[in-house]
Each structure stands twice: as structure tokens, then as C-alpha cells.
Nanobody, 116 residues
Framework: QMQLVESGGGLVQPGGSLTLSCAAS????????INWYRQAPGKQRELVAG???????QYTEPVKGRFTISRDDDKNMAFLQMNNLKLEDTGVYYC??????????WGQGTQVTVST
């Protein structure tokens, strides 16, 4: 069964950095596209960054130049390096694996709080 577990969130001041990790099991990891989403309180979940099985990356405009998505297929892991964090980056961050009609369920996510 497919399982993705997020970790690495925490409390950070504006301008700080965090690295989120996504550990996957139950899939042939290298075949799946990996996406990071976030959800702020009272708002819809939004796509933040994605990395395809071939390595192609995409980012939502507000995080371009600050966030970097990566993957290590040998370790069945994906990462989201977040630099120069802003107040509006606060939210619960989730990773999701996708391949054709096969898509992972939402996990519990990891909380990122940017605050003075």
C-alpha cells in the first residue's frame, strides 16, 4: 500500500529556512511524479511545487527563487528546501505521489509556521 510521510516542519522567523522531507513506501518511487502542496487556515489547498519522474520541476510564482524541490529515487524520498520564508508561507505542507490514475491519499502533513 502506498504511504507518504512528511516531516521537517517547525517554527521559523521571516527570512529563515526549512527543509521538508517526504518518505514514500509501497510504490515504485522513480515512476511517480511528486508534488508538494500547502494549506493555510481557512484557505484551499494549493500546489506549491512539483517534480516529474524524469526530473522536470515546476513552481507556483510566489515561491520561485526561494523554494527548491528535489528527489532521491535511491532513497524513495523527496524534499522541499524553503529559503527566505515569509509570513504567507505558513500552513500545513503535504506531499503527494501521482502516476496516471494512481494517486496517493493525503497524509497528516507537516506544519510550517513563519512568525515574528
Amino acid at each position: 500500500q502506498m504511504q507518504l510521510v512528511e516531516s521537517g516542519g517547525g517554527l521559523v522567523q521571516p527570512g529563515g529556512s526549512l527543509t521538508l522531507s517526504c518518505a514514500a513506501s509501497g510504490i515504485i518511487f522513480r515512476l511517480y511524479d511528486i508534488n508538494w502542496y500547502r494549506q493555510a487556515p481557512g484557505k484551499q489547498r494549493e500546489l506549491v511545487a512539483g517534480i516529474a519522474s524524469g526530473g522536470r520541476t515546476q513552481y507556483t510564482e510566489p515561491v520561485k527563487g526561494r523554494f527548491t524541490i528535489s528527489r532521491d529515487d535511491d532513497k524513495n524520498m523527496a524534499f522541499l528546501q524553503m529559503n527566505n520564508l515569509k509570513l504567507e508561507d505558513t500552513g500545513v505542507y503535504y506531499c503527494n505521489a501521482d502516476r496516471f490514475a494512481d494517486r496517493s491519499r493525503w497524509g497528516q502533513g507537516t506544519q510550517v509556521t513563519v512568525s515574528t
